[in-house]
């Protein structure tokens, strides 16, 4: 494994939850990076952010990792969930919810 996948994999694997996104959850960069980040938040589940804007080789590293051509892309516990459109569908089906509950706050 290349240095880059060894990076992206050691990121996939330290965290539950992570999402590789343009820009950052507070000053998303993209619509599609803010979608995903409003439904995680929404949740007030904790999760990792790769802002990949401020890394070249992350930003085309992650492509090639998942073999997923687009950015966002959101891990849990290192399996590949899908980009804007596939968490979106989770998230109005009730599919996410039930992938997020093990990390949801204690209330």
């Given amino acids: 494994m290349d240095p880059i996948q060894e990076r992206i994999d050691k990121l996939v694997h330290e965290y539950d939850i992570v999402l590789f996104m343009k820009g950052t959850p507070e000053f998303p960069q993209c619509g ?54 596939i968490v979106s569908e989770m998230h109005e089906s009730g599919e996410l919810a039930e992938l997020l509950k093990p990390f949801l706050p204690e209330k």
């Fill in 32 to 85: 599609f990076s803010q979608r995903v980040a409003a439904i995680l938040d929404a949740y007030g589940v904790p999760y990792a952010a790769v802002n990949v804007l401020l890394d070249n080789d992350i930003r085309e590293g992650v492509k090639v990792y998942a073999n997923w051509p687009t950015i966002p892309q959101l891990y849990v516990k290192g399996e590949f969930i899908g980009g804007c459109d």
